[in-house]
């Protein structure tokens, strides 16, 4: 058993084995209903043919990664433009931020134990 | 024989790797041999790591002491202190020893038709790779885990930059080599400061001297450079910059391995945080500190990682992001443990975050060789080129969609029961950084589901037509691996109960890893 159980969630307990048994019932009940339309339909006909607002999708119509999600990106544009600049790939820029952050810590913990103690 | 072999299974445990790497060289002429036996090398090291991850267990903290006249005698004779090389070994380091030397394994195993070229150079740069992570997270003294972070460095650099032909990858290991460097020497001085100020370097000694005689002012500057040169290493934003170069140029075997070796520097900050430094006041800002890195992780690997159209540089931002939950548990937990009333979510806290290590290292593993089949067999890692595998290679797109539904903490996978403890006990923490973690997990789902379309599904490509399944061993690691992976998901609790509870109660009791040793 896998408690979930700390104050005030209530006493729940994760069981994964009751999910996968749920999944499988779901399966089967899929490939029953399947089972009722017309035979040799969907594993012969359609099978492995991918569509593409219903139309069929070929190799010159394939969404690429490029375009995934992106009014995300789109939307997210100016936080990927300051991400891309912190990014740069320049080896100064990653020693930079490693010795800031170094820099950072050390004036934290000076502070913290003797300003404040 | 079993006996004497399983008493010296620690010191067995780094010297077998160590000696086949330094005599794999020698057998460069007979390139088949050379293979089998940087297996059998693999094999005994990870049989190594069983035993004294079982002993340790059962009997409790292992401590072998090197060059005494008996294992245990930590202290020589008229001495009053530890001088010796020592290495103790509880449930954590032995889990992250079995860990290491498992995911090795099975790297070699992958590596057999993976690696086409330099079989030698590579088996033995891995073998190098392994003897020094586990030095690392056995050792008992600051020096030693100087040499061995060393010793991993500097083997991982070879590997980084193992096709030397492409200059991407020259490149990123020469940035993990400068990078590594800095980190070694900040290291090194932390180290030379604690000496400076304890005059000794086992671990158990100066955690004993701290906790009686409190700290002075150069621990708290050694203690503020090791944590920052360990977070470097583990991938920590913003000092993450280095891991989807390296992770992006680094054969996928070797990537596999990278990964559980920057886990270990978790292993170190923590070993630093809890064991050396304690449950002092001072360690309550450094969790702070961990704290906010983590969140920065959290946040900006999963949002990075879905704008990557480089497959394998996309895995390693969403295991920036994983870093982030680790160190965000633990930073959590380094708080809540000496505040009463958050003790029990601080406990639970920490549970989640060495269940989420584990199996980080585990999935990450198998999506990187996930990504190296693809490499192996499309070519490309180029997500924009590649399209419609899954009817070619549908063992691979299994593997792939088990490890991509584990890093997305999807139920029922194991991600998904180390993430909710996490959830569930920052949230009595902090609501904010348990609403940061939850948008960045259901964030690192996109870039999973960008990855599994663009490489899997989609319409046959002409030109991938004639791509294959990959070969026997290739299978064979990434289906252990899934089982791995599937076992501690659907078994959650056994894992609890039996792996991460130990370990976590062996990193909070600071009395018995120094009286391990004095």
Same mark, same amino acid.
């Given at each position: 058993?896998?408690p979930?159980?700390?104050?005030?969630?209530?006493?729940?307990?994760?069981?994964?084995?009751?999910?996968?048994?749920?999944?499988?019932?779901?399966?089967?009940?899929?490939?029953?209903?399947?089972m009722?339309?017309?035979?040799?339909?969907?594993?012969?006909?359609?099978?492995?043919?991918?569509?593409?607002?219903?139309?069929?999708?070929?190799?010159?119509?394939?969404?690429?990664?490029?375009?995934f999600?992106?009014?995300?990106?789109?939307?997210?544009?100016?936080?990927?433009?300051?991400?891309?600049?912190?990014?740069?790939?320049?080896?100064?820029?990653?020693?930079?931020?490693?010795?800031?952050?170094?820099?950072?810590?050390?004036?934290?913990l000076?502070?913290?134990?003797?300003?404040?103690? | 024989?079993?006996?004497?072999?399983?008493?010296?299974?620690?010191?067995?445990?780094?010297?077998?790797?160590?000696?086949?790497?330094?005599?794999?060289?020698?057998?460069?002429?007979?390139?088949?041999?050379?293979?089998?036996?940087?297996?059998?090398?693999?094999?005994?090291?990870?049989?190594?790591?069983?035993?004294?991850?079982?002993?340790?267990?059962?009997?409790g903290?292992k401590?072998?002491?090197?060059?005494?006249?008996?294992?245990?005698?930590?202290?020589?004779?008229?001495?009053?202190?530890?001088?010796?090389?020592?290495?103790?070994?509880?449930?954590?380091?032995?889990?992250?020893?079995?860990?290491?030397?498992?995911?090795?394994?099975?790297?070699?195993?992958?590596?057999?038709?993976?690696?086409?070229?330099?079989?030698?150079?590579?088996?033995?740069?891995?073998?190098?790779?392994?003897?020094?992570?586990l030095?690392?997270?056995?050792?008992?003294?600051?020096?030693?885990?100087?040499?061995?972070?060393?010793?991993?460095?500097?083997?991982?650099?070879?590997?980084i930059?193992?096709w030397?032909?492409?200059?991407?990858?020259v !490149? @990123?290991?020469?940035?993990?080599?400068?990078?590594? #460097?800095? $980190? *070694? /020497?900040?290291?090194?001085? %932390?180290?030379?400061?604690?000496?400076?100020?304890?005059?000794?370097?086992?671990?158990?000694?100066?955690?004993?001297?701290?906790?009686?005689?409190?700290?002075?002012?150069?621990d708290?500057?050694?203690?503020?450079?090791?944590?920052?040169?360990?977070?470097?290493?583990?991938?920590?934003?913003?000092?993450h910059?280095?891991?989807?170069?390296?992770y992006? !140029? @680094?054969?996928?075997?070797v990537?596999?391995?990278l #990964?559980? $070796? *920057? /886990?270990?520097?978790?292993? %170190?900050?923590?070993r630093?945080?809890?064991?050396?430094?304690?449950?002092l006041?001072?360690?309550?800002?450094?969790?702070?500190?961990?704290?906010?890195?983590g969140?920065?992780?959290?946040?900006?690997?999963?949002t990075?990682?879905?704008?990557?159209?480089?497959?394998?540089?996309?895995?390693?931002?969403?295991?920036?992001?994983?870093?982030?939950?680790?160190?965000?548990?633990?930073?959590?937990?380094?708080?809540?443990?000496?505040?009463?009333?958050?003790?029990?979510?601080?406990?639970?806290?920490?549970?989640?975050?060495?269940?989420?290590?584990?199996?980080?290292?585990f999935?990450?593993?198998?999506?990187?060789?996930?990504?190296?089949?693809?490499?192996?067999?499309?070519?490309?890692?180029?997500l924009?080129?590649?399209?419609?595998?899954?009817?070619?290679?549908?063992?691979?797109?299994v593997?792939?969609?088990?490890?991509?539904i584990?890093?997305?903490?999807?139920?029922?996978?194991n991600?998904?029961?180390?993430?909710?403890?996490?959830?569930?006990?920052?949230?009595?923490?902090?609501p904010?950084?348990?609403?940061?973690?939850l948008?960045?997990?259901?964030?690192?789902v996109?870039?999973?589901?960008?990855?599994?379309?663009?490489?899997?599904?989609?319409?046959?490509?002409?030109?991938?037509?004639?791509?294959?399944?990959?070969?026997?061993?290739?299978?064979?690691?990434?289906?252990?691996?899934?089982?791995?992976?599937?076992?501690?998901?659907?078994?959650?609790?056994i894992?609890?109960?039996?792996?991460?509870?130990?370990?976590?109660?062996a990193?909070l009791?600071?009395?018995?890893?120094?009286?391990?040793?004095l």
């Open positions: 058993m896998f979930l159980s700390l104050n005030g969630m209530g006493a729940v307990e994760w069981n994964p084995l009751m999910l996968v048994a749920a999944f499988l019932l779901i399966a089967v009940i899929v490939v029953l209903i399947r009722m339309g017309p035979k040799g339909a969907v594993f012969k006909k359609f099978r492995v043919q991918p569509f593409l607002s219903g139309n069929k999708a070929s190799e010159k119509n394939i969404v690429h990664a490029d375009n999600f992106w009014g995300f990106t789109e939307a997210f544009k100016k936080y990927y433009e300051k991400m891309f600049n912190i990014h740069s790939g320049q080896l100064n820029d990653y020693l930079f931020w490693f010795v800031f952050s170094l820099a950072l810590v050390l004036i934290a000076y502070a913290g134990v003797y300003l404040w103690a | 024989m079993i006996n004497e072999i399983a008493l010296h299974s620690p010191a067995l445990a780094i010297a077998i790797p160590l000696v086949f790497a330094f005599l794999l060289p020698l057998l460069k002429k007979w390139k088949k041999l050379a293979a089998l036996m940087a297996l059998i090398g693999f094999g005994a090291a990870e049989t190594m790591a069983v035993l004294v991850f079982k002993s340790v267990l059962t009997e903290i401590v072998y002491v090197m060059g005494a006249s008996s294992i245990g005698q930590t202290t020589p004779p008229f001495m009053p202190v530890p001088v010796r090389i020592i290495l103790e070994i509880d449930a954590f380091s032995a889990l992250m020893g079995l860990a290491g030397a498992t995911i090795a394994l099975l790297a070699a195993i992958y590596s057999i038709k993976f690696i086409k070229e330099s079989h030698v150079k590579y088996y033995s740069l891995l073998l190098l790779m392994l003897a020094g992570l030095g690392f997270v056995f050792t008992g003294d600051l020096f030693n885990l100087f040499v061995f972070f060393e010793v991993l460095s500097i083997s991982s650099i070879g590997l930059a193992f030397l032909k492409r200059s991407e990858a !490149e @990123a290991g020469f940035k993990y080599l400068t990078i590594s #460097a800095v $980190a *070694s /020497l900040f290291v090194l001085f %932390a180290i030379g400061l604690l000496y400076g100020e304890h005059g000794i370097l086992n671990i158990a000694t100066i955690s004993r001297d701290m906790l009686f005689y409190g700290f002075a002012f150069t708290i500057i050694a203690l503020g450079l090791l944590v920052c040169a360990f977070a470097m290493k583990c991938g920590t934003a913003p000092m910059f280095w891991v989807p170069d390296a992006g !140029e @680094a054969p996928a075997a990537t596999a391995v #990964a559980i $070796a *920057s /886990l270990s520097s978790v292993y %170190a900050l923590l630093i945080a809890f064991t050396v430094f304690g449950p006041p001072h360690t309550e800002i450094i969790a702070y500190a961990v704290i906010i890195m969140a920065i992780s959290l946040f900006v690997g999963a990075m990682s879905l704008v990557q159209k480089d497959l394998k540089r996309l895995i390693a931002y969403a295991g920036v992001s994983q870093t982030g939950f680790i160190l965000v548990a633990f930073g959590v937990g380094l708080v809540a443990i000496n505040n009463v009333p958050l003790q029990a979510f601080g406990l639970r806290a920490m549970q989640g975050g060495l269940f989420h290590l584990i199996n980080h290292a999935y990450e593993a198998l999506l990187f060789l996930v990504a190296g089949a693809i490499i192996y067999r499309a070519g490309t890692k180029d924009n080129e590649l399209g419609g595998l899954a009817r070619q290679m549908p063992l691979t797109a593997f792939f969609l088990i490890g991509a584990s890093i997305a903490g999807l139920p029922p996978s991600g998904f029961a180390s993430k909710i403890l996490i959830y569930e006990s920052i949230y009595f923490f902090s904010l950084l348990a609403v940061i973690a948008i960045s997990s259901v964030i690192v996109v870039p999973m589901v960008k990855a599994f379309c663009s490489a899997f599904l989609g319409p046959e490509i002409k030109k991938f037509k004639s791509v294959k399944e990959v070969p026997g061993s290739m299978i064979l690691a990434m289906l252990v691996l899934s089982i791995i992976v599937i076992f501690f998901g659907l078994f959650p609790g894992m609890l109960e039996s792996i991460v509870n130990p370990a976590v109660n990193l009791n600071q009395a018995a890893y120094v009286g391990g040793v």
